[in-house]
């Protein structure tokens, strides 16, 4: 079993900034892909941002500029760092993790989802 753990969610003003963490626990041989999609309300899931093993990183185009993924390997944490917030971020955060419980099994795993809301 794998538990990924969400933290750091919230209300924030526009132009403010919020840190989203997301913690992998249980049987865990290697993670490969960690990454954060949001959903808004009468929208479907979208990607926002990715980090592979590399440290290699995606974004959506529209957050490129404004947040920042990391990763922790010791702590099997991916982070968030979200700027310049506007309210089209107003979302559900959820984390994506894409891992090998034992060599050879792969599974994808989400969160449980963080409220992110922004006012304008």
């Known amino acids: 079993q794998v538990q990924l753990v969400e933290s750091g969610g919230g209300l924030v003003e526009a132009g403010g900034s919020l840190r989203l963490s997301c913690a992998a626990s249980?049987?865990?041989?290697?993670?490969?892909?960690m990454g954060w999609y949001r959903q808004a309300p009468g929208k479907q899931r979208e990607l926002v941002a990715a980090i592979n093993t590399g440290g290699n990183t995606n974004y959506a185009d529209s957050v490129k500029g404004r947040f920042t993924i990391s990763r922790d390997n010791a702590k099997n944490t991916v982070y968030l760092q979200m700027n310049s917030l506007k309210p089209e971020d107003t979302a559900v955060y959820y984390c994506?993790?894409?891992?090998?419980?034992?060599?050879?099994?792969?599974?994808?795993?989400w969160g449980q989802g963080t409220q992110v809301t922004v006012s304008s």
């Open positions: 249980g049987s865990i041989f290697r993670i490969n892909v």
């Open positions: 994506n993790v894409d891992l090998h419980v034992v060599p050879g099994l792969r599974s994808v795993y």
